[in-house]
């Protein structure tokens, strides 16, 4: 979906979840907060200057924490898979002990995001989502986005309910 297809709200939607999305990441490299801290923070600022309301930044906020539960979600399936290859007559008892460490602590920092959201994994028209693809849960049909966007019908079967994979 290009700029010139979206409606006026629908840019609007976009414009406020890239927004949240990029000064809740400023304030988690700042090391400042959670990420509900962060988001929150980042809804708080962004409707002081009248642009958005409350209720906006916090609908967006509840899909931008969404889409993170669902990346942390993946991270973890990786990191399950990396400790499952790791051959323990292959590498040193120290090593491998480290790296499972290392792996862990990571994998504790993003299941913390994972465990956060309350939302299921179930994307509906009308929702903002950041870019990936997205199954039609009734046809199958697949739908790729390169950016943020509000999510449309199903363009083959015209559902409304989808699962997202990057």
């Known amino acids: 979906m290009t700029d010139e297809k979206?409606?006026?709200?629908?840019?609007?939607?976009v414009s406020l979840y890239q927004k949240?999305?990029?000064?809740?990441a400023e304030i988690l490299r700042d090391g400042r907060k959670t990420l509900d801290e962060a988001l929150k923070n980042a809804g708080e600022?962004?409707?002081?200057?009248?642009e958005y309301t409350r209720e906006q930044a916090e609908k967006i906020s509840a899909y931008l924490r969404r889409d993170l539960s669902e990346v942390g979600s993946k991270t973890q399936q990786a990191r399950d898979a990396v400790i499952n290859a790791v051959e323990?007559?292959?590498?040193?008892?120290?090593v491998q002990s480290g790296l499972a460490k290392l792996l862990t602590t990571a994998a504790d920092v993003l299941n913390e995001l994972a465990g956060k959201s309350e939302q299921v994994l179930e994307f509906k028209t009308g929702e903002v989502t950041s870019p990936g693809t997205l199954t039609c849960k009734d046809c199958g049909k697949e739908m790729h986005f390169k950016s943020t966007v509000k999510?449309?019908?199903?363009?083959?079967?015209h559902k409304t309910l989808f699962r997202k994979s990057y």
């Open 45 to 50: 600022e962004v409707t002081a200057g009248g």
């Open 88 to 94: 323990p007559h292959r590498v040193a008892a120290g």
């Open 151 to 157: 999510i449309p019908p199903c363009p083959s079967c």
């Open 6 to 13: 979206q409606t006026p709200e629908e840019h609007e939607d």
């Open 20 to 24: 949240l999305a990029d000064r809740a």
